[in-house]
């Protein structure tokens, strides 16, 4: 069975180069279009993995991490960061808050690819 990763992102041309990257690959992708979405997807539906953008309106990425760690159904899943801020202290709030890694954009689908592998075993 395929793996389903949700791709959190504002910007609809990276959240279409990241599900299309996924999609290629064999992955099952949903799509959230800012924090609150994605938490209300991931706490609905069943995902292995999701790749979140930090700065978007209504909730933030390391919001909902936060948001997600409380939340019986977001405890275990590997989430890794997708952004373009590359700030220490945001990196080490998005480690604290639960995420596995943090990635900047603009990104190499290769790059996308190899970091969903680890992340999902």
């Known amino acids: ?11 609809p041309s990276i959240r279409r180069m990241v599900s299309l990257t996924l999609r290629e690959a064999g992955y099952n992708v ?10 209300a997807k991931a706490t609905t539906s069943r995902v292995d993995a ?8 209504n909730m933030d990425g ?12 977001g405890k275990g899943v590997p989430i890794v960061v ?29 790059k996308l690819l190899a970091v969903m592998k680890k992340v999902l075993g």
């Open 30 to 39: 949903l799509e959230a279009v800012d924090g609150q979405d994605g938490f």
């Open 50 to 57: 999701i790749i979140t953008d930090q700065n978007m309106p």
């Open 62 to 73: 390391i919001s909902m991490i936060r948001a997600l760690r409380a939340h019986p159904n």
């Open 1 to 11: 069975m395929s793996k389903t990763i949700l791709t959190v992102d504002d910007s």
């Open 82 to 110: 997708l952004s373009t801020d590359s700030a220490d202290n945001l990196k080490q709030q998005a480690r604290a808050a639960g995420a596995l890694g943090w990635m900047v954009k603009p990104f190499t689908q290769d």
